[in-house]
């Protein structure tokens, strides 16, 4: 196929886009000016479904949403963790004899505690 010689004019700032596009690929200005000619025309030819990238936002927000609430439990897991660790090395470093029914008590009024001022800091 005999290709067709076309002039072309472009805005300064297009042409300053094409110039650095083709510098950045080692290309000359004029393949890369091709090169978007052929990428435009395939584009506007075969135009994406519209509503295809709000699809995927969606899809892709799902999921971190999914993400952020298994994170969210591990973080309550390990201060409810931490809050027995606590309790438990408190009570021996103070040689108390407490029941696991009081220590239980005291890990879950530390962890409400715990909780509560982290529900503070978000107000």
């Given at each position: ?43 506007l030819a075969d135009p994406a479904d519209p509503d295809a990238l709000a699809r995927e ?67």
């Amino acid at each position: 196929m005999r290709p067709v010689q076309h002039t072309v004019r472009l805005p300064a700032t297009l042409d300053h886009a094409i110039r650095a596009l083709a510098e950045r690929h080692d290309m000359s200005v004029y393949a890369m000016l091709q090169r978007s000619v052929k990428t435009g025309v395939a584009t506007l030819a075969d135009p994406a479904d519209p509503d295809a990238l709000a699809r995927e936002i969606v899809t892709e927000l799902a999921s971190v949403s999914t993400r952020l609430v298994e994170v969210e439990r591990m973080l309550d897991r390990a201060l409810f963790t931490a809050c027995a660790a606590y309790c438990y090395a408190r009570s021996a470093a103070l040689g108390a004899s407490k029941t696991d029914d009081t220590i239980t008590a005291e890990i879950n009024a530390a962890y409400d505690r715990q909780r509560r001022l982290s529900q503070e800091g978000r107000s």
